[in-house]
């Protein structure tokens, strides 16, 4: 069956330092990989979305790669500041379907 | 900035009864979705809505769940009969024409089955 991992459940780092989120997935042939942060008891607020024939996306702070090889996407926040802090979700998408399948989360907090 | 609303933000109903959520995409979009996330767990695919009708389904999407779309602005999901496992935070979502993956999120509906 397929299946997503996101690297941690958790990660902390100190503010001004890059975060790095890791999506992982297997038995899955996505047409295209997003990002959605999600602030506790809120709905999911898209961020990034990065097709399978993109190598890399960027979007002001934040930047996701995405691997169809090693079935990975990694998602950056540069220069992290403590209003970063939430839970990132990665979903993947397929074009013959419009469901989104959710991986668990990372929760980032940023440090002060 | 145009965003998905969604009624109740807090609902508390009796094992058994029915419920109904209510949601309002953002207005020119043209699919409709609903997933659920039991606490502590996965954001779930319930349903999507097109052209008036169901286009896909998850095996949670089962006899006891409907969804509608009653007129031009809202889209419901009804449960016939709730169960304790309902319980979850349910999100509305809506994505537009020619850009359909990218899927905006309703703040959700808070379900407790008592």
């Known amino acids: 069956s397929q299946k997503i991992e996101q690297n941690s459940e958790a990660l902390n780092i100190q503010e001004g330092k890059t975060a790095t989120l890791t999506c992982n997935y297997t038995?899955?042939?996505?047409?295209?990989l997003q990002w959605y942060r999600q602030d506790p008891g809120r709905g999911p607020v898209f961020l990034l979305l990065?097709?399978?024939?993109?190598k890399e996306k960027r979007k002001e702070r934040l930047k996701v790669t995405f691997d169809t090889t090693l079935k990975q996407s990694l998602f950056h926040i540069t220069a992290s500041q403590p209003a970063d802090s939430a839970t990132y979700l990665c979903?993947?998408?397929?074009?013959?379907?419009?469901?989104?399948?959710f991986g668990s989360g990372t929760q980032l907090t940023v440090l002060p | 900035e145009p965003e998905v609303t969604q009624t109740p933000s807090h609902q508390v109903t009796q094992m058994g009864q029915e419920v109904i959520l209510r949601c309002v995409p953002i207005?020119?979009?043209?699919?409709f979705y609903w997933y659920r996330q039991i606490l502590g767990q996965k954001v779930e695919f319930l349903v999507s809505?097109?052209?008036?009708?169901?286009?896909?389904k998850s095996e949670i999407f089962d006899d006891q769940f409907s969804v509608e779309r009653p007129d031009g602005s809202n889209f419901t999901l009804k449960i016939r009969s709730t169960k304790l496992e309902d319980s979850a935070m349910y999100f509305c979502?809506?994505?537009?024409?020619?850009?359909?993956?990218?899927?905006?999120f309703g703040p959700g509906t808070r379900l407790l089955v008592l």
């Open positions: 979502a809506s994505s537009a024409k020619g850009v359909r993956e990218t899927q905006y």
């Open positions: 038995n899955y042939s996505p047409a295209y």
């Open positions: 990065i097709r399978e024939n993109e």
């Open positions: 979903a993947l998408g397929k074009d013959s379907a419009r469901q989104l399948t």
């Open positions: 207005s020119n979009h043209l699919y």
């Open positions: 809505f097109y052209n008036n009708e169901i286009s896909e």
